[in-house]
C-alpha cells in the first residue's frame, strides 16, 4: 500500500499534465476557454486532493474546489493562496462539461496564476 507521501505526489504528478495541457492551450485563441478552463479546475483539484491525501483527510470522489477546500477548513488545514477565487473555476470541471451551460468565459493570464500558486503550494506542503 502506497504512503500518503507517495499517493500525494502521485496526484501531483497527476496535476501536472494538467497544467502543461493548460499551458500549451492557453496559449492558443483557436482553443475555447471551457477546455482552457478544464484543464486549469482538473489541475487545482488534483493539487487539492494531493494536500487532502498527504494529510490523510478522506474525501469523496469530486470534483467541487469548494467541498474539498471545506474539508481543509474542517481540518485546520492552511487554504492555498487566492483560495476565495478558486470557485470561479468549478463551472469548468468535468461533470459540468456535457451540460452546455453558458460560460463568460475564462481570464487565461488569472488562471494561469492561480494554477500555479497553488501547485507551488501543494508541493510545499509535501515537501515540508
Not at 487566492?82 to 469548468?92: F, G, H, I, T
Amino acid at each position: 500500500m502506497k504512503q500518503p507521501v507517495d499517493l500525494a505526489r502521485a496526484y501531483l504528478k497527476l496535476a501536472d499534465r494538467d497544467i502543461k495541457a493548460f499551458d500549451l492551450l492557453s496559449r492558443s485563441q483557436e482553443i475555447d476557454d471551457e477546455t482552457v478552463g478544464f484543464h486549469a479546475q482538473q489541475a487545482v483539484e488534483k493539487c487539492l486532493k494531493a494536500v487532502l491525501v498527504l494529510s490523510s483527510i478522506p474525501f469523496r470522489k469530486t470534483h467541487d474546489l469548494q467541498e474539498l477546500m471545506d474539508l481543509m477548513i474542517d481540518n485546520n488545514k492552511t487554504l492555498p493562496p487566492n483560495a476565495e477565487k478558486l470557485d470561479a473555476l468549478n463551472p469548468y470541471a468535468v461533470l459540468l462539461r456535457y451540460d452546455f451551460i453558458d460560460l463568460k468565459g475564462v481570464d487565461r493570464i488569472a488562471a494561469r496564476e492561480l494554477v500555479l500558486s497553488v501547485r507551488a503550494w501543494a508541493e510545499k506542503q509535501i515537501v515540508s
